[in-house]
C-alpha cells in the first residue's frame, strides 16, 4: 500500500478579532489518499476545516470531509445490519466539533458528524466530560452513538461506546492510566490499565493489564493478559 497526503493551513490572527476573545482562525486541509502497489485507488479521506481559537483555551471547528473506501471483501459494520458487498463506496461527512477550556476543573467537547456513511446515511454524537479536581488526578467520561442507515438490504443499526478514562501522575516520572469501554451493540467490555514509570531519560518500565468480557455470554471465559516492557536508552 502507499500512502500519499497533504497537510496545510494558514494561521491569521486578526487583531480586531482580540476584542472578541478571539486569539486565531485556522482553515487548513488534511488529505489523505491510499492506493495499492500498481497505484490503484484504494481509499481516500480528505478532510477540510476551519477553526476558530479563543483566548481562553476553548476552540470550534467545521469540516467537511469527502470519503471513500474500496472493500475487496464484505464488511460487517454491526450485528444488526448485513454485510457490505465488496465494491467501491465514497461518501460526504458534515462535522461540528466544540472543545471547552481544558485547563478548568471541568471541561468537555461535543462532536457532531451527519452525511453519508458507506452506502447509506449516518447522525453520530461523541460527546466527554473531564474532571480534573488537582494537578495529579483526571477522569474523562464519554460516550460516541451513531445512528446509520445504510439503505435497501443493507439494513440499518445504532451503535453507542461508553468510555472512561482515568489519569493519575504519583510524580513528573510515574503514572497511572486507566481506559474503560463498553459497546452497548456487542456487550462487549474493554479494560485496560497501564502503570508507566520512567527509570532514567528515555528509558521506561511498562506493566499494562488488558481485559475483554462478552456480557451477554457468560459461558465465555473473560480474555486476559499481563504485559511488562522495559527499556533502556544506553548512550556511547
Do not use: C
Amino acid at each position: 500500500m502507499r500512502k500519499h497526503f497533504l497537510d496545510t493551513g494558514i494561521r491569521p490572527r486578526p487583531v480586531s478579532w482580540s476584542k472578541h476573545g478571539i486569539r486565531e482562525w485556522h482553515p487548513h486541509a488534511v488529505w489523505n489518499i491510499y492506493t495499492d502497489l500498481d497505484n490503484q485507488l484504494t481509499g481516500r479521506k480528505l478532510h477540510n476545516g476551519s477553526s476558530i481559537f479563543f483566548d481562553n483555551g476553548a476552540f470550534v471547528e467545521v469540516s467537511f470531509n469527502p470519503a471513500m473506501e474500496r472493500l475487496d471483501a464484505p464488511l460487517s459494520l454491526s450485528p444488526d445490519a448485513r454485510p457490505l458487498e465488496p465494491g467501491r463506496y465514497a461518501w460526504n461527512e458534515y462535522q461540528v466539533w466544540y472543545q471547552s477550556d481544558e485547563s478548568r476543573m471541568v471541561s468537555g467537547s461535543i462532536r457532531a458528524i451527519g452525511g453519508g456513511l458507506w452506502s447509506g446515511t449516518q447522525k453520530t454524537v461523541s460527546a466527554t466530560v473531564t474532571f480534573r479536581p488537582t494537578y495529579r488526578f483526571r477522569v474523562t467520561l464519554g460516550l460516541n452513538r451513531t445512528s446509520a442507515d445504510l439503505g435497501g438490504v443493507d439494513g440499518s443499526f445504532v451503535s453507542a461506546v461508553w468510555t472512561s478514562r482515568l489519569n493519575y501522575s504519583f510524580t513528573t516520572n510515574m503514572f497511572l492510566d486507566s481506559l474503560l469501554q463498553y459497546d452497548e451493540g456487542r456487550h462487549r467490555l474493554n479494560a485496560n490499565v497501564r502503570f508507566n514509570l520512567i527509570h532514567h531519560p528515555l528509558s521506561d518500565l511498562f506493566v499494562v493489564y488488558n481485559e475483554q468480557q462478552y456480557r451477554d455470554r457468560p459461558d465465555l471465559v473473560a480474555g486476559r493478559s499481563v504485559i511488562v516492557k522495559f527499556t533502556q536508552m544506553i548512550q556511547f
